[in-house]
């Protein structure tokens, strides 16, 4: 059975257009009203901190926000904690396995890292949270230890507005610096004792002088713990740019270095100079065993036998007495004066 049913609806005289019924036109500026700011780009968090600045340098706090929001990332982020581990390992630089267990432990691995590295893995693993956070403490100088001196902060650009309205301001990400290495010398070197040490500055003094005595060939010596001092916090980075340059690689064989290249793990304060003695044996073998800049200089009091296979192959200098015809293959020059350092040697021409 079938019954039509009528239904009114009463308004009291109103229209639809005065009940809360949202057009098209109301939608419209009720969308303009919503505010959506733009996302967040990983230039704006990416920052650069000071060469002396360790990972052991970070404060507590800073390093367990890092550890805790790694292992349990948000679900926007891909970026956990082993991602991160990755990009350290792949340093070389370290040795060893974190605990994750323990967030004081987790860092003990990369203490002596510097914290520009954690910074550039957080950039490849894409944590703009934490970028933010870290860059926030950064600015705000509470990133350190307590007691540790505040390296001066990076010039800051115009200010961007962030997550804290008026507490986060950003410095665009300083670009890798090119510089020309080409009338650059490397001394590679290594002492552990106070008579290693002494040759060397001996050496290293005499070489720096006779260098200086040529403007016109415009050949500088640097120390290679100079070159590891002033890395720019990217230390990877400035060795693959600079290493190709090098006029010559001058390295000082004595026993504390060669006993060094030996061990299949060598202690922290030698990895970066073994990393470059790595590069000069690849490079010799790349060229089909022909040895075209590294220069093999042997020090005095040397027991130990080198065995590098480009040393080998080519001229040895032994230091002092054949520091003329080392300069000679280096800067073609006839007479030259050795400065001697030892108490009782008077300055003679060699």
């Not at 340093?91 to 910074?119: C, R, S």
């Amino acid at each position: 059975m079938r019954q039509d049913v009528t239904i009114e609806l009463d308004f009291d005289d109103e229209t639809w257009s005065d009940l809360d019924v949202l057009n098209d036109k109301e939608l419209e500026e009720d969308e303009d009203d919503v505010i959506i700011s733009d996302p967040v780009t990983l230039a704006e968090v990416s920052f650069n901190l000071p060469g002396s600045v360790r990972i052991k340098n970070l404060s507590q706090e800073l390093r367990d926000l890092l550890a805790v929001n790694l292992d349990l990332p948000p679900t926007v982020t891909i970026g956990t904690w082993s991602m991160v581990k990755g990009f350290l390992s792949a340093n070389d630089a370290i040795q060893g396995e974190a605990n994750e267990k323990n967030i004081k432990d987790i860092w003990k691995p990369y203490k002596h890292m510097h914290a520009q590295i954690l910074v550039n893995a957080l950039c490849k693993a894409e944590r703009i949270d934490l970028l933010a956070q870290f860059k926030w403490m950064v600015e705000n100088n509470c990133y350190l230890q307590i007691g540790e001196e505040t390296p001066e902060p990076p010039e800051p650009a115009a200010p961007v507005s962030m997550f804290k309205p008026g507490g986060l301001s950003f410095v665009p990400v300083q670009e890798f610096q090119p510089i020309d290495a080409s009338k650059i010398i490397l001394v590679l070197h290594y002492e552990t004792n106070e008579i290693e040490k002494t040759n060397y500055r001996w050496f290293f003094d005499n070489f720096s002088e006779h260098l200086k005595s040529r403007p016109d060939i415009g050949l500088t010596a640097l120390d290679v713990a100079k070159l590891k001092k002033n890395d720019g916090g990217n230390r990877i980075q400035m060795l693959e740019h600079v290493y190709p340059q090098f006029a010559h690689i001058v390295v000082c064989f004595n026993d504390s270095y060669i006993k060094e290249i030996r061990k299949s793990e060598c202690v922290p304060k030698f990895k970066f100079c073994r990393s470059i003695q790595r590069k000069t044996d690849e490079e010799f073998v790349q060229n089909d065993n022909r040895n075209l800049r590294c220069r093999c200089v042997v020090m005095p009091g040397i027991k130990e036998r080198i065995n590098t296979n480009w040393a080998i192959m080519t001229t040895m200098y032994h230091w002092p007495e054949d520091h003329k015809d080392f300069l000679q293959r280096i800067l073609n020059l006839d007479k030259l004066k050795v400065k001697y350092a030892n108490p009782g040697m008077m300055n003679v021409t060699l």
